[in-house]
């Protein structure tokens, strides 16, 4: 059974672009080496936060949605970042296929109505 899986991080605000497309690339590489299904990355822009992170009161918000039979590459992942100094936070968490499915209907109907 294929389960859904979203990671949010937050990066450095400091970050040059081309580090910047360097921490994307190598997440969405790891989790392709996982064989993740559907990987869909969003990049949500620079955001201010809602208090200071070391030093930081802006960070650039990054956004994974993926499908994977098991959680046995979260472990490594979330490791990965937490070593990592240009990310100042990072969650993943398990969705709710039902609710998933509800949102994507109700985003359907908000764009007929539109």
Request: one cysteine or more; a negative charge.
């Amino acid at each position: 059974m294929s389960r859904l899986y979203e990671t949010m991080y937050i990066l450095r605000p400091d970050l040059g672009e081309e580090k910047l497309d360097g921490t994307i690339t190598k997440y969405r590489d790891f989790l392709n080496e996982q064989e993740v299904g559907d990987l869909e990355i969003q990049h949500r822009g620079k955001r201010r936060l809602a208090y200071e992170i070391n030093r930081c009161r802006e960070g650039v918000y990054i956004q994974m949605n993926y499908n994977h039979g098991n959680g046995a590459h979260i472990a490594p992942m979330e490791k990965l970042m937490r070593i990592d100094e240009t990310i100042l936070r990072y969650m993943t968490i398990k969705l709710d296929p039902r609710e998933v499915a509800a949102a994507a209907a109700a985003e359907a109907r908000a764009t007929e109505e539109e």
